[in-house]
């Protein structure tokens, strides 16, 4: 099993629709989480943390599912600048060092006018 | 001005030429890295910095050599590659080396090595 697995998808989506992405993780220990948004031919940036009790920012809601091991973004009424692919990153064992970070190959999200 | 500022954007090297990508932050962080993102492979760490520092070499070849001259600038020394080291080099910088503070990358270089 691989550490983060994503689907690559596309997600291919209509303007306003409802989109959730999961991601799941192998090791249980694991303790921080986030999701990264990478545009074509660009860089990768935070979009948010994950937090055990869930958080939500406007559109966007990240929720963790321990007992199941993934994680999982929500995003509503999706815009056409959403459109972008979408990175899990896992820190395995919550060393104190971003060198433990495990990426995900990222889910592809086209949102269509 | 962005935050972390990579040069070149496009290189095109010979295997046996010798070429260096330069990173230079602009946030004041104490931490900087090297990541590669091959087609179809997820983001693989390099090098870790931490306050010019060498904190982690993630059995990269000795192909690739960075240097750390202070922790603003990162320069990812390369020479004698392989085709299969084309992909994109992202620099990314935080304040610190732990998980919960934010990385900010690059544009990243794009490098094909012909």
């Known amino acids: 099993r691989k550490e983060v697995e994503q689907d690559p998808g596309p997600f291919n989506v209509p303007e306003g629709a409802t989109v959730a992405f999961n991601c799941t993780y192998s090791n249980s220990a694991s303790q921080s989480f986030f999701w990264y948004r990478q545009d074509c031919r660009k860089e990768p940036k935070l979009l948010m943390s994950?937090?055990?009790?869930?958080n939500e920012d406007g559109r966007f809601t990240a929720q963790l599912n321990r007992a199941s091991q993934y994680i999982s973004l929500l995003i509503r009424d999706s815009k056409l600048s959403d459109s972008a692919t979408y990175l899990c990153?896992?820190?395995?064992?919550?060393?104190?060092?971003?060198?433990?970070?495990?990426w995900g190959l990222g889910t592809s999200l086209a949102v269509n006018p | 001005e962005t935050g972390v500022t990579q040069t070149p954007r496009h290189l095109v090297m010979g295997m046996t030429n010798k070429k260096s990508l330069k990173c230079e932050q602009h946030l004041g962080h104490n931490a900087m890295y090297w990541y590669k993102q091959s087609a179809k492979k997820p983001l693989e760490l390099m090098f870790v910095?931490?306050?010019?520092?060498?904190?982690e070499n993630n059995s990269v070849p000795s192909r690739f050599s960075p240097e750390c001259p202070n922790s603003s600038h990162l320069f990812l020394h390369l020479h004698t590659l392989q085709p299969e080291d084309s992909a994109l080099y992202l620099c990314a910088s935080s304040q610190e080396t732990h998980p919960s503070t934010e990385a900010f990358f690059g544009q990243g270089t794009r490098l094909t090595v012909v």
């Open positions: 910095y931490s306050l010019e520092e060498r904190v």
């Open positions: 990153v896992v820190n395995p064992d919550n060393a104190g060092n971003n060198r433990k970070l495990i």
């Open positions: 994950v937090y055990s009790s869930g």
